[in-house]
């Protein structure tokens, strides 16, 4: 079925958002930022709301969600929102047992190690998921745009191995130890356990999308742990399977929802990341992007990658550091501005609303002649 006619793209309400067109390759007149956890403890306005509110439960609440979401976009002028959620909200939909430690990130009671737990696990999930799963979800993302207007949601999820890295290790770990070796002891079972959860994230993805969302991003943060062959062999084909959903609806026209993919420290995996089927390639600040460009054969259009620890540094440095991002950028067909990761909690709101005027700022959306 096709996205219906008062979806904001198929309206035209967010088709032509700078965005929405660097996504597709073009180059707008003003240069798109957008923060990836620009929702978020930075934000005073957020940490008053979130007052006594467990995050999963604020997660599910569809007029805060609507809120929290809506706050970077009025007090940054940002070019686009990011829906709040987090990765590990479908898996409390189908009720896991998931809750989110403050200060230290998702945490499952009955973590996931054997094969047999996995191949339960997975048997769990696809039955668990059903159109009316994601209703709080829907009904925020309605909300949300209802309010936007003609700035554009995205919508996201978490990519299989990320989301299996908090499921198999209980909560964060520093090399996803278990969860590497699970692939490698029972492919059978990794494939099983992270084949479900693509289900799952691809089920959320197309929720957010319907009720509204005009882009999407896959969210792989821990995938720089794994070398080439292992992503090729163990993450691509789960990881497609998530973008494919989201690149089969179309509006009325024939306009395709367009895909981010994004993850920290895979400078050697940008092109598999690319080809499982992203439109466009999120880039942490570990390379730059004239040399992500270029091992991306110098057609993708790339989104980043202003180091967060420049936000701290003063207007003068976070400036040039800017321009260069900004020059470097100019090597891909497009580019949308971002942080390489999300915004730390630390940060000053002003500083970020700074950056944003900056950018919007430069003259030709930042192209160099
Ligand atoms: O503004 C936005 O970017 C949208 C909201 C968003 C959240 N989580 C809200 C959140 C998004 C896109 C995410 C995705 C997410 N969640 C990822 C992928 C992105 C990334 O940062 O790499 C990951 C790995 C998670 C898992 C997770 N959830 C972590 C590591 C944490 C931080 C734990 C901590 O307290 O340091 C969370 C919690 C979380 N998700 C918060 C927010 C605003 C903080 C909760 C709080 O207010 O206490």
């Given at each position: 079925?096709?996205?219906?006619?008062?979806?904001?793209?198929?309206?035209?309400?967010?088709?032509d958002?700078?965005?929405?067109?660097?996504?597709?390759?073009?180059?707008?007149?003003t240069?798109?930022?957008?923060?990836?956890?620009?929702?978020?403890?930075?934000?005073?306005?957020?940490?008053?709301?979130?007052?006594?509110?467990?995050?999963?439960?604020?997660?599910?609440?569809?007029?805060?969600?609507?809120?929290?979401?809506?706050?970077?976009?009025?007090?940054?002028?940002?070019?686009?929102?990011?829906?709040?959620?987090?990765?590990?909200?479908?898996?409390?939909?189908?009720?896991?047992?998931?809750?989110?430690?403050?200060?230290?990130?998702?945490?499952?009671?009955?973590?996931?190690?054997?094969?047999?737990?996995?191949?339960?696990?997975?048997?769990?999930?696809?039955?668990?998921?059903?159109?009316?799963?994601?209703?709080?979800?829907?009904?925020?993302?309605?909300?949300?745009?209802?309010?936007?207007?003609?700035?554009?949601?995205?919508?996201?999820?978490?990519?299989?191995?990320?989301v299996?890295?908090?499921?198999?290790?209980?909560?964060?770990?520093?090399?996803?130890?278990?969860?590497?070796?699970?692939?490698?002891?029972?492919?059978?079972?990794?494939?099983?356990?992270?084949?479900?959860?693509?289900?799952?994230?691809?089920?959320?993805?197309?929720?957010?999308?319907?009720?509204?969302?005009?882009?999407?991003?896959?969210?792989?943060s821990w995938?720089?742990?794994?070398?080439?062959d292992?992503?090729?062999?163990?993450?691509?084909?789960?990881s497609?399977?998530?973008?494919?959903?989201?690149?089969?609806?179309?509006?009325?026209?024939?306009?395709?929802?367009?895909?981010?993919?994004?993850?920290?420290?895979?400078?050697?995996?940008?092109?598999?990341m690319?080809?499982?089927?992203?439109?466009?390639?999120?880039?942490?600040?570990?390379?730059?992007?004239?040399?992500?460009?270029?091992?991306?054969?110098?057609?993708v259009?790339?989104?980043?990658?202003?180091?967060?620890?420049?936000?701290?540094a003063?207007?003068?440095?976070?400036?040039?550091h800017?321009r260069?991002?900004?020059?470097?950028?100019?090597?891909?067909?497009?580019?949308?501005?971002?942080?390489?990761?999300g915004?730390?909690?630390?940060?000053?709101?002003?500083?970020?609303?700074?950056?944003?005027?900056?950018?919007?700022?430069?003259?030709?959306?930042?192209?160099?002649?």
């Open positions: 079925m096709p996205l219906s006619d008062s979806h904001p793209l198929s309206s035209g309400l967010t088709a958002a700078p965005l929405i067109r660097a996504a597709r390759g073009e180059r707008p007149e240069l798109p930022v957008w923060f990836m956890r620009q929702a978020g403890r930075s934000l005073p306005e957020y940490r008053e709301l979130r007052k006594g509110i467990e995050m999963l439960d604020s997660c599910l609440r569809p007029e805060l969600a609507a809120e929290i979401t809506l706050q970077p976009v009025r007090r940054h002028g940002v070019d686009a929102a990011v829906f709040f959620s987090d990765i590990v909200v479908p898996l409390k939909l189908i009720g896991e047992a998931v809750d989110i430690v403050p200060g230290t990130g998702p945490v499952f009671e009955n973590p996931v190690r054997t094969s047999q737990e996995a191949h339960d696990f997975a048997a769990r999930v696809r039955e668990r998921i059903s159109p009316e799963l994601f209703a709080p979800i829907s009904e925020a993302v309605s909300l949300t745009v209802a309010e936007l207007g003609a700035t554009p949601l995205i919508g996201f999820a978490g990519a299989p191995f990320t299996a890295a908090y499921v198999v290790e209980g909560g964060p770990s520093k090399d996803h130890l278990r969860t590497r070796t699970l692939m490698q002891a029972d492919p059978e079972a990794w494939a099983d356990l992270s084949g479900a959860i693509a289900e799952l994230s691809a089920a959320f993805l197309e929720a957010q999308v319907r009720a509204g969302a005009s882009i999407v991003q896959l969210f792989d995938a720089g742990s794994l070398s080439r292992r992503y090729q062999k163990s993450i691509a084909a789960s497609g399977l998530a973008l494919e959903r989201v690149r089969a609806l179309r509006t009325p026209a024939g306009e395709r929802v367009r895909t981010i993919h994004f993850g920290v420290g895979t400078a050697e995996l940008l092109p598999d690319h080809a499982i089927g992203a439109d466009v390639m999120g880039v942490d600040d570990r390379i730059t992007l004239d040399e992500a460009s270029r091992r991306l054969g110098g057609n259009p790339l989104q980043g990658n202003v180091d967060p620890a420049v936000l701290g003063g207007d003068a440095v976070l400036q040039a800017v260069d991002v900004v020059r470097r950028g100019n090597s891909a067909p497009a580019h949308i501005l971002n942080l390489g990761h915004v730390p909690p630390s940060a000053d709101p002003a500083v970020l609303t700074g950056l944003v005027e900056f950018a919007h700022s430069l003259p030709n959306g930042g192209r160099v002649e």
